[in-house]
């Protein structure tokens, strides 16, 4: 990526939230053209507080743009932008996709069939147990287990799919130049010289923020397909991540525990909201499609035909990505990236509720 890219996009997403930036980008082509927007465009896409903050580049661009392109140079760093071709589909799908996704390690996991494992920072010895055990027999059926790099259940879960020779990655709420927790600088040095994956959507140099995790906690249960709460008390981050993938249509798992214990609440008031009760990984992979339907992918001829095939299916109504997978035939990874390139041509808007509307006519 050139410089004058890399400084666009940081001064797009530092200054402006995804979906504002998303807005802008749609109208713009590019994060270079968004700068060139008329004062007119601009108002009717951003609030006066987000113009404000538009209009004020982040101190230090130059001092960003020059780390970032720097730890780029590095082997195994990368980043990963908004529309490219192996943009996560799923991720894509939901109602919020960040626009960078910072990489450290093997950027291919992005795209394997995966499933989220979360829970409390502090199980019982139990739940550690079964959060590791459950990760491993997982991973020896060909799932890459996603999670947060957190204490407790999280670093559980990562080191049983280590554990098993299998893939797994780790995102986080800070920058990639810093581990958090530093307890587990140890782990995040293991999964990476195995070939693991650890994913930011935050720039480099970007502090230990509380608001950070639960905002993270969408892009773990967006990359995956089913979500796994070990253990987890009512009040916690493990349950927004549960919340937001049963919104983006993921399948919801929890682990019952015994009624006396405060870290089995949460995973009961899942089980009561209709998240199935596993005992077992087979309860899990029961339940999710064969491997070889998850990776196989058709062939669509992205012309501006088959383009306008998929704005008439639309209508102008909101519909869902299924019921457009429904209406087309076509399989999702497809059916998003041309979504996604049709939302950047400012064609479709992308609504809250995994919805999709068409703008205008084709």
């Known amino acids: 990526m050139e410089s004058a890219e890399l400084a666009a996009w940081l001064r797009l997403t530092e200054s402006l939230g995804p979906a504002a930036a998303r807005r802008l980008l749609a109208m713009a082509g590019s994060p270079q053209a968004v700068f060139e927007l008329p004062a007119a465009a601009l108002d009717q896409a951003l609030s006066g507080k987000q113009r404000e903050a538009f209009n ?13 392109g720097a730890w780029l140079q590095q082997p195994g760093h990368d980043l990963l932008v908004l529309g490219e ?3 996560p589909p799923r991720l894509l799908a939901t109602a919020d996709p960040p626009l960078l996704l910072w990489l450290q390690g093997r950027r291919e996991l992005l795209g394997t069939p995966s499933i989220a494992v979360v829970g409390s920072r502090n199980p019982t010895a139990q739940g550690g147990d079964n959060a590791r055990a459950f990760a491993r027999s997982l991973a020896q059926a060909g799932y890459t287990i996603v999670s947060g790099l957190a204490l407790g259940v999280d670093a559980a879960a990562h080191e049983g799919a280590l554990d098993a020779g299998g893939a797994t990655i780790a995102v986080v709420g800070t920058g990639l130049d810093q ?3 530093r307890r587990n600088e140890g782990l995040a040095a293991r999964l990476l010289a195995s070939n693991g994956l650890i ?12 608001a950070n995790f639960p905002k993270r906690n969408r892009i773990i249960a967006g990359l995956t397909q089913g979500c796994l709460v070990v253990e987890a008390a009512v009040q916690s981050g493990s349950l927004i991540t549960a919340r937001q993938a049963a919104e983006a249509g993921r399948e919801v798992f929890a682990i019952p525990g015994s009624i006396h214990s405060p870290q089995a609440r949460g995973c ?9 009760l596993v005992e077992s990984a087979e309860d899990v992979l029961e339940e999710l499609p064969p491997l070889g339907t ?29 019921a457009l997978m429904a209406r087309c035939g076509w399989p999702a990874a497809e059916l998003s990236a ?24 084709g």
């Not at 009961?268 to 199935?276: E, F, M, N, P, Y």
């Not at 064609?347 to 919805?355: D, H, K, M, N, S």
Request: proline content about 6%; hydrophobic content about 40%; cysteine-free.
């Open 294 to 322: 998850l990776v196989a992918k058709a062939e669509i001829d992205e012309t501006p035909h088959e383009q306008q095939a998929l704005l008439d299916a639309m209508g102008f109504d909101p519909v869902s990505l299924d």
């Open 85 to 87: 071709a192996d943009y």
């Open 199 to 210: 994913v930011s959507e935050y720039s480099l140099g970007t502090p230990i923020t509380q």
């Open 56 to 68: 004020r580049p982040p101190e230090h661009l130059a001092e960003l743009t020059a780390q970032a």
């Open 268 to 276: 009961h008031a899942l089980i009561r909201q209709g998240a199935k």
């Open 338 to 361: 041309a979504l996604l390139e049709l939302e950047l041509d400012g064609q479709v808007a992308r609504l809250a509720g995994q919805l999709f509307q068409r703008r205008r006519a």
């Open 179 to 181: 581990v958090y927790p």
